[in-house]
């Protein structure tokens, strides 16, 4: 396998209203629908629609819903024979998207919460020349961190996706050769706001200085910067109207990850990572949403 994927499998429960509702308020929705979600599942969609051998490494649940999260994984092109079925329900998201495209997002693990040593063992089976291994923070952290060390073990690099954000232990940063936070998630992690270009600067700084690797901040209308340790680089947004940004972080991780495996320097391997993003967000829905090769390469 070219891309091994280690993470999270749900279903995305998805409800469209004209704004997000406040604490204690009630707002009507205009549309609902499921669609196949997951940090995990969705890169391991994307990079599959970008044109790589991809193998997911995960849970479902022995629900419906499990059989149904299988069945997309394969018609994506995904190797899913890695993926374990577990007595008990599958991992659900709950998200409200709005008429801006702005989301919210409540993640019920499942299945994914299950995930353990067992796990990690079947994914050390599969890292035998394998280019790249991505990994996110919807499973039990123990799991990213053995997964991680397997992968530096065997010689494979780790693009390390820290959402859903929380505090990590310096084991796992220094483990990470790229690490891949949104605005967001880098200002939890590191504790204060990238509330203008210095500050992105300065976090980007500040995430090397823990991971001594790659850093490549998402900053959605923003677009993106990237630091090695040595030089920055900065890419504008592509102009694009957005719909739904859920899983605009998953196609930018894809689109980065896709483009070093078939050994694009990493600057160019950014361009696609920015493309991914952004025609991510022009249509509804997760993996739904994750672009073609094609038109990734029309938005370099």
């Known amino acids: 396998m070219t891309i091994v994927v280690f993470g999270s499998i749900n279903m995305d429960l998805v ?18 629908f499921t669609a196949p979600g997951g940090k995990g599942a969705n890169q391991a969609v994307a990079c599959a629609r970008l044109g790589a051998p991809t193998r997911m490494v995960g849970r479902v649940g022995d629900d419906v819903l499990g059989a149904e999260l299988r069945a997309g994984l394969r018609a994506a092109g995904v190797d899913e024979r890695d993926v374990l079925t577990t007595p008990g329900p599958s991992g659900v998201a709950l998200i ?14 499942g299945a994914n919460g299950a995930i353990g040593r067992s796990d990690v063992t079947r994914l050390e089976a599969t890292l035998s020349g ?39 232990p310096d084991e796992l940063y220094c483990l990470a050769d790229i690490i891949t936070p949104n605005e967001s998630e880098a200002a939890t992690l590191l504790g204060f706001e990238l509330s203008d ?9 500040a995430m090397h200085a823990r991971t001594g690797g790659a850093v490549a901040l998402k900053l959605g209308e923003h677009g993106a910067l990237l630091f090695d340790g040595d030089q920055f680089l900065r890419l ?24 070093l495996v078939e050994g694009q320097p990493l600057a ?3 361009r696609w990572a920015v493309a991914a993003g952004a025609i991510a967000v022009t249509r509804p829905g997760a993996q739904a949403a994750m672009p073609s090769r094609g038109e990734v390469l029309c938005g370099l």
């Not at 990994?135 to 959402?163: N, T």
């Open 96 to 109: 409200a998207v709005d008429d801006a495209g702005r989301n919210t997002i409540i993640v019920t693990p």
């Open 15 to 32: 409800a469209r209203t004209p704004r997000l509702p406040a604490p204690g308020e009630t707002v009507s929705g205009h549309t609902f």
């Open 268 to 270: 160019t391997a950014m």
């Open 197 to 205: 270009e210095a500050a992105r600067v300065a976090a980007a700084r």
């Open 236 to 259: 504008p947004a592509l102009p694009v109207r957005a719909v739904d940004t859920v899983a605009a972080g998953d196609a930018f991780n894809a689109g980065l990850a896709v483009a």
């Open 130 to 168: 394998t280019r790249a291994l991505l990994l996110q923070l919807e499973i039990p952290l123990d799991a990213v961190i053995a997964a991680a060390s397997a992968a530096r073990r065997a010689g494979v690099p780790v693009i390390l996706d820290p959402a859903p954000a929380r505090e990590l």
